[in-house]
Every structure is written in C-alpha cells, then in structure tokens.
C-alpha cells in the first residue's frame, strides 16, 4: 500500500527558530512536493524536487529551504520561523510516469509563536 | 498562466441526494490533466478521480463522476447518492502534462456538508 509520512502530526514552534519538517515515501517515487495550506487559499506550491539533490521552486519559496539527499526523504526547512509560516504543511510524492496522482502525507500543522 | 477556480465556498447537500462541486480552469497547453481530492477534518489528500484532456468520455470512480466540459474549461465534480462520510473540502487540481515533475495547481476548495 501507498504510503508517505511525515514526521509530525502538530508541532509549536517559536519565532526565530529553525524548523525541520521530514517527509518519507515507500513508493520509489521520483518527485515529491511540498505544499502550505492556507483557508481561503487552497494548497500552495513551496518546492518540488524531481530527483535527489535536485529541487525547483515553487509558487511561494520565501523563507524555505529544501534537501533531498535520498529518493525517499524530502525535508522542508524554516530558516528562522516567524508567524505568518503558521500554517498546515503537507507533503507529496508521484511517480516520474506523466499520468499518475500526487500521494499525500497525513500533514503537519505548525504553530509559531 | 494556470488558474484553477472554485467558486463555492461551502455547499450542502441531503443525505442520497447528488451534489455537483464546480471548477473552472485555465490554460495554454493542450495537454493536462484534472484531478480531484478529498479533504476531510483528519486531514489527509484522498485521490478521488482524475480526466485527461485527451480523454473523450468523461471519468468515473464508483459514486464520482468528472463532467467535463472542454470547451467551457470546466471540470465539475458529481457526487451521486451524498452519504454523511463525504463530509469533507474538496480540491480541484490541473497538471500540466509536460511540466516538470508534475506539479499541480489547487483551487481555493469548497466546503460539502451532507445533511442527514
């Protein structure tokens, strides 16, 4: 079965902080994606990485950092967390294949304060 | 540029009855792909059903079909006989075939709640 986890379900962090939010997948996939999700505004792009060690960025990269040393882990990271990064983080993976869906985490919602 | 677009907020629905949940999108490329998940309180992504552009009849899985229409760049969603489970935001997603790595880009959601 399809699986992809991320390392917390709910985290509070303070401002100024730096933030790691770890995501694995057991599906050998090629790509993985890391979205915020905001009410109102739907689920955002922040990175995307279509192959070890390489990423892109996505719609609203300010103020993120990415790494993905291994096929399976994609790590979102928080330089120094402030509180409008407040927000619900989740991950995806896709096979490389062009048609396929995207295969969601259970999230992470973070709190900064 | 791509624009996905759900203009309903929040809709209800009586138990049994269907529901349609609109999308409209925009693009330049010819060929995409259209998906919708599901959202409920727990939190998770729930891959419903997905429509090529290419694809001349329109999608089913089991109770959701996709009713697209082309033309009109629209990809409504029709949840037959509503139960109490699909309760839940709905997202309506385009991908672009050729972009790389497949990202998507999500509407803002609409909100179902089925009324027992």
């Known amino acids: 079965d399809v699986k992809v986890t991320q390392s917390s379900r709910y985290l509070v962090k303070r401002t100024g902080e730096k933030v790691f939010l770890e995501c694995v997948q057991d599906?050998?996939?090629?790509?993985m994606f890391w979205y915020r999700q905001d009410p109102g505004l739907g689920l955002r792009l922040i990175y995307f990485?279509?192959?070890?060690?390489?990423?892109e960025k996505g719609d609203i990269p300010e103020g993120y950092s990415v790494s993905r040393e291994k096929k399976e882990r994609f790590s979102l990271i928080l330089e120094s967390a402030s509180t409008n990064q407040t927000s619900m983080y989740l991950c995806?993976?896709?096979?490389?294949?062009?048609?396929?869906?995207?295969?969601f985490g259970p999230g992470t919602r973070l709190t900064v304060t | 540029a791509q624009k996905i677009t759900q203009t309903q907020p929040g809709m209800f629905v009586q138990e049994k009855e269907a529901v349609t949940l609109d999308c409209t999108y925009d693009?330049?490329?010819?060929?995409?792909?259209l998906f919708w998940y599901k959202q409920p309180s727990s939190g998770e992504m729930i891959f419903l059903i997905y429509?090529?552009?290419?694809?001349?009849q329109n999608a089913t899985e089991g109770r959701y079909s996709l009713n697209f229409q082309k033309a009109r760049k629209s990809a409504n969603l029709v949840i037959s006989a509503s139960q109490l489970g699909d309760s839940a935001m709905y997202f309506c997603a385009m991908r672009e075939v050729y972009n790389q790595g497949g990202k998507l880009i999500f509407g803002q959601g609409t909100e179902l709640s089925v009324k027992p």
């Open positions: 429509q090529g552009s290419y694809d001349q």
């Open positions: 990485s279509y192959d070890v060690k390489m990423k």
């Open positions: 693009t330049s490329d010819p060929s995409y792909g």
């Open positions: 995806a993976s896709r096979t490389g294949l062009r048609s396929g869906e995207q295969y």
């Open positions: 599906m050998d996939h090629e790509n």
